[in-house]
Protein backbone atom coordinates (compact mmCIF):
# COMPACT_ATOMS: atom_id res chain seq x y z
CA UNK A 1 0.00 0.00 0.00
CA UNK A 2 0.78 3.38 -1.00
CA UNK A 3 2.08 5.26 2.12
CA UNK A 4 0.71 8.95 2.66
CA UNK A 5 2.47 12.14 3.90
CA UNK A 6 1.85 13.93 6.84
CA UNK A 7 3.27 16.59 9.09
CA UNK A 8 3.03 15.59 13.38
CA UNK A 9 0.27 17.94 13.31
CA UNK A 10 -1.34 16.34 10.38
CA UNK A 11 -1.71 13.21 12.07
CA UNK A 12 -2.53 14.59 15.85
CA UNK A 13 -5.59 16.24 13.85
CA UNK A 14 -6.56 12.33 13.10
CA UNK A 15 -6.28 11.04 15.84
CA UNK A 16 -8.09 13.34 17.87
CA UNK A 17 -10.94 13.37 15.28
CA UNK A 18 -11.13 9.57 15.48
CA UNK A 19 -10.84 9.28 19.47
CA UNK A 20 -14.28 11.96 19.21
CA UNK A 21 -15.84 9.96 16.87
CA UNK A 22 -15.51 6.37 18.97
CA UNK A 23 -15.99 7.91 22.37
CA UNK A 24 -18.42 10.63 22.00
CA UNK A 25 -20.27 10.06 18.75
CA UNK A 26 -20.66 6.35 18.20
CA UNK A 27 -22.19 5.83 21.49
CA UNK A 28 -24.20 9.25 21.16
CA UNK A 29 -25.61 7.52 17.81
CA UNK A 30 -26.41 3.88 19.21
CA UNK A 31 -28.26 5.48 21.80
CA UNK A 32 -30.48 7.32 19.86
CA UNK A 33 -31.08 4.40 17.83
CA UNK A 34 -32.34 2.49 21.13
CA UNK A 35 -34.51 5.38 21.57
CA UNK A 36 -36.11 5.30 18.13
CA UNK A 37 -36.73 1.91 18.20
CA UNK A 38 -38.43 2.06 21.26
CA UNK A 39 -40.94 4.37 19.97
CA UNK A 40 -42.49 1.68 17.95
CA UNK A 41 -42.88 0.80 14.17
CA UNK A 42 -39.40 1.10 12.45
CA UNK A 43 -40.89 1.50 8.89
CA UNK A 44 -42.39 4.90 9.80
CA UNK A 45 -39.85 6.14 11.90
CA UNK A 46 -37.80 8.84 10.59
CA UNK A 47 -35.77 9.45 13.96
CA UNK A 48 -34.80 5.78 13.30
CA UNK A 49 -33.75 6.27 9.80
CA UNK A 50 -32.00 9.36 10.35
CA UNK A 51 -29.76 7.74 13.37
CA UNK A 52 -29.18 4.86 11.16
CA UNK A 53 -28.06 7.08 8.05
CA UNK A 54 -25.61 9.24 10.84
CA UNK A 55 -24.12 6.08 12.25
CA UNK A 56 -23.36 4.73 8.51
CA UNK A 57 -21.35 8.09 7.94
CA UNK A 58 -19.88 7.72 11.26
CA UNK A 59 -18.59 3.89 10.84
CA UNK A 60 -17.27 4.68 7.82
CA UNK A 61 -15.57 7.89 8.61
CA UNK A 62 -13.94 6.00 11.22
CA UNK A 63 -12.57 3.12 8.65
CA UNK A 64 -11.59 5.94 6.85
CA UNK A 65 -9.26 7.57 9.22
CA UNK A 66 -8.27 4.62 10.69
CA UNK A 67 -7.05 3.35 6.88
CA UNK A 68 -4.90 6.53 6.75
CA UNK A 69 -3.44 6.63 9.91
CA UNK A 70 -2.29 3.26 9.16
CA UNK A 71 -0.49 4.28 6.08
CA UNK A 72 0.58 7.70 7.33
CA UNK A 73 4.73 8.13 6.79
CA UNK A 74 4.85 11.02 9.37
CA UNK A 75 7.86 13.54 8.10
CA UNK A 76 9.02 16.20 11.38
CA UNK A 77 9.44 19.73 9.44
CA UNK A 78 12.06 20.74 11.88
CA UNK A 79 13.71 18.15 10.91
CA UNK A 80 14.32 19.64 6.97
CA UNK A 81 16.16 22.15 5.60
CA UNK A 82 17.58 23.44 2.18
CA UNK A 83 15.44 23.73 -1.08
CA UNK A 84 11.20 23.45 -1.07
CA UNK A 85 9.61 20.28 -0.50
CA UNK A 86 6.75 18.43 1.95
CA UNK A 87 6.70 20.42 5.19
CA UNK A 88 8.50 23.67 4.48
CA UNK A 89 6.79 26.69 5.05
CA UNK A 90 6.96 29.35 2.00
CA UNK A 91 6.41 33.29 1.88
CA UNK A 92 5.95 34.17 -1.80
CA UNK A 93 4.81 37.32 -3.00
CA UNK A 94 2.48 37.18 -6.31
CA UNK A 95 4.67 39.48 -8.73
CA UNK A 96 1.69 40.85 -10.54
CA UNK A 97 -0.52 42.09 -7.52
CA UNK A 98 2.33 42.07 -4.72
CA UNK A 99 0.32 40.71 -2.63
CA UNK A 100 2.20 38.29 -0.16
CA UNK A 101 0.98 34.89 1.08
CA UNK A 102 2.59 32.26 3.32
CA UNK A 103 2.07 28.67 2.71
CA UNK A 104 3.02 25.19 4.18
CA UNK A 105 3.13 22.32 1.76
CA UNK A 106 1.18 19.17 3.91
CA UNK A 107 -0.48 15.92 3.00
CA UNK A 108 -3.81 15.85 0.98
CA UNK A 109 -5.57 14.85 4.08
CA UNK A 110 -4.39 18.03 6.15
CA UNK A 111 -4.74 20.47 3.01
CA UNK A 112 -6.89 23.61 4.29
CA UNK A 113 -6.62 26.63 2.14
CA UNK A 114 -8.27 28.53 5.05
CA UNK A 115 -5.21 27.74 7.29
CA UNK A 116 -2.84 28.54 4.63
CA UNK A 117 -1.98 24.42 4.43
CA UNK A 118 -1.68 23.36 0.47
CA UNK A 119 -1.81 19.75 -0.65
CA UNK A 120 1.63 18.36 -2.11
CA UNK A 121 -0.78 17.65 -5.10
CA UNK A 122 -1.90 21.12 -5.50
CA UNK A 123 -0.58 23.04 -8.75
CA UNK A 124 0.83 25.85 -6.35
CA UNK A 125 3.17 23.15 -4.19
CA UNK A 126 4.17 21.50 -7.10
CA UNK A 127 5.34 24.13 -9.03
CA UNK A 128 7.86 25.66 -5.39
CA UNK A 129 8.99 22.14 -4.98
CA UNK A 130 13.16 22.36 -5.41
CA UNK A 131 12.78 25.94 -5.47
CA UNK A 132 15.55 27.95 -3.23
CA UNK A 133 14.64 31.40 -1.63
CA UNK A 134 14.84 33.98 -4.57
CA UNK A 135 13.70 32.16 -7.23
CA UNK A 136 10.86 33.41 -9.18
CA UNK A 137 8.34 30.53 -10.21
CA UNK A 138 5.99 30.08 -12.92
CA UNK A 139 2.68 28.33 -11.85
CA UNK A 140 -0.62 26.68 -13.95
CA UNK A 141 -3.45 27.40 -12.21
CA UNK A 142 -7.39 26.41 -12.99
CA UNK A 143 -7.39 30.44 -12.58
CA UNK A 144 -4.96 31.10 -15.07
CA UNK A 145 -0.78 31.27 -14.82
CA UNK A 146 0.44 32.90 -11.84
CA UNK A 147 3.93 34.33 -11.31
CA UNK A 148 5.72 34.53 -7.66
CA UNK A 149 9.10 35.54 -6.22
CA UNK A 150 9.89 32.77 -3.00
CA UNK A 151 11.00 35.35 -0.28
CA UNK A 152 11.81 33.05 2.56
CA UNK A 153 12.15 29.37 3.08
CA UNK A 154 11.57 28.01 6.86
CA UNK A 155 10.58 24.41 8.23
CA UNK A 156 9.31 24.27 11.51
Do not use: C, W
Request: hydrophobic share 35%.
Amino acid sequence: MEKIPMTPKGLDALEAELKILKSKERPAIIKAIAEAREHGDLSENAEYHSAREKQSFIEGRIKELEATIGRAEVIDPTKLSGAIKFGATVKVIDEDTEKEMTVQIVGEHEASVEKGLISINSPIARGLIGKEEGDSVNVRTPGGEKFYEILEIKFS
